[in-house]
């Protein structure tokens, strides 16, 4: 007996482009040859990160026009979140959420906290069937064996976690593609899947084809930073298609491939990420009964929690320093405006202490106080963001273990 066809058949396209204007190498020519790529009409869907600049946007948008009837760049930050979609079909309605932590923004060098992280939404209605598509890209690690933006990233994990639980109540499918900068292990990679159920592609998949164990950040390719990638030889998976079916419906990825090295015939890749191509069929199924919840999510929980409260620890200490310098800031500006008033009263004191170091030992005063200032208001919403992360974590820990002691 032949197997009916599914309801739904979604091939979807995943990407980090890697196109920031002026430091990303080659990125116009990269981006037409991604154009080209997707101009022969094989995907659904297509979800794009770092297409930082709105001109790249819309050549893609020109370019593709004729095949993705539908698209949306979702604007954020500084320079923008980088995230946008292409579809077939028509885009029913759309949302945006911003990270509330993404980094500091004195550590210019990295530039996360002036993109504006965030996780972007699509509703489509495709054939009966509510699809709630989702495009991120979270904080970037730098460095693994000291990462300093670890509670940053669970944190974001948590909030993108709680954004799709909270979004796909109406839903009936659920996709998820985008940069997570997490290894399938990470603490926040298990916290986002436990807490929403997603799937992922590489694991669920009949068939793969691609680089090896689905590594989307290659030691090979030539924009890849090479000293980052030397504890892992065959590279790292960061970038993922996940995926979920609700309601009378369940999803399966029947394939999945990535990309490897340079585009056909050229000598360079798309980007510095190999793409994702996942094939997903969507069938209907008879209602489950409400799933049980699993104990290990409460292991994760508290993993999660104590990265958490370990980000808040260092908050509170930066907090603490930054208005220090504030203070003493302040306090200098206070003095030389006391030498000033000396000064008018006292006119021969005037000459006991040269203009210019009075106005220099000014102007470091004023930026002392400044900077520190402004330091000390991020740390104090950081860490307000943080306790409130830890307090919503606590709660969901409290009604997992509620749920575990009913069952």
Not at 335 to 357: D, I, N, T, Y
Request: with cysteine; net charge negative; charged share 20%.
């Amino acid at each position: 007996m032949a197997q009916e066809p599914p309801l739904l058949s979604l091939r979807v396209f995943d990407l980090n482009c890697w196109a920031l204007r002026y430091i990303s190498k080659l990125r116009s020519e990269r981006i037409k040859l991604i154009s080209d790529f997707l101009s022969d009409g094989r995907y659904d869907l297509v979800l794009l990160q770092e297409i930082w600049s709105e001109q790249d946007y819309l050549f893609l948008k020109k370019k593709l026009s004729n095949i993705y009837r539908a698209s949306h760049l979702f604007k954020s930050g500084v320079i923008g979140s980088g995230l946008c979609i292409f579809s077939r079909f028509p885009i029913m309605d759309t949302f945006q959420y911003r990270f509330s932590l993404n980094g500091y923004p004195y550590n210019i060098q990295h530039g996360d906290w002036f993109c504006g992280k965030s996780v972007g939404l699509v509703t489509l209605h495709i054939s009966g069937i509510i699809c709630n598509v989702y495009v991120t890209h979270l904080h970037a690690e730098y460095c693994r064996e000291k990462d300093s933006y670890l509670p940053h990233r669970v944190l974001q994990a948590w909030e993108l976690a709680q954004f799709i639980h909270h979004t796909s109540k109406g839903a009936d499918v659920l996709i998820l593609g985008g940069d997570l900068n997490m290894h399938p292990l990470d603490v926040g990679m298990r916290l986002l899947r436990g807490w929403t159920g997603l799937q992922d592609a590489f694991v669920e998949t009949d068939s793969f084809e691609g680089s090896e164990d689905g590594c989307t950040l290659l030691p090979n390719n030539c924009y890849a930073n090479k000293k980052e990638l030397e504890p892992f030889p065959h590279g790292i998976r960061i970038d993922y298609i996940l995926y979920k079916g609700l309601t009378n419906f369940s999803v399966k990825c029947e394939q999945l491939m990535t990309t490897v090295g340079t585009a056909p015939g050229k000598s360079i890749p798309y980007s510095d990420h190999e793409a994702l191509m996942a094939t997903l069929s969507v069938e209907r199924r008879v209602p489950a009964m409400s799933h049980e919840p699993n104990p290990e999510l409460l292991n994760i929980m508290n993993e999660a929690q104590t990265e958490v409260i370990v980000g808040l620890h260092n908050a509170v200490n930066q907090r603490f320093w930054t208005g220090r310098m504030a203070i003493l800031g302040l306090l200098l500006l206070f003095l030389l405006v006391f030498m000033g008033a000396v000064s008018l009263v006292w006119p021969q004191a005037e000459h006991s202490f040269p203009k210019f170091s009075y106005y220099l030992l000014g102007f470091v005063a004023f930026v002392v106080l400044l900077i520190a200032s402004l330091c000390h208001i991020f740390h104090i919403i950081e860490v307000r963001v943080l306790q409130e992360t830890q307090e919503q974590m606590r709660l969901g820990v409290q009604a997992l273990q509620d749920r575990l002691c009913h069952t």
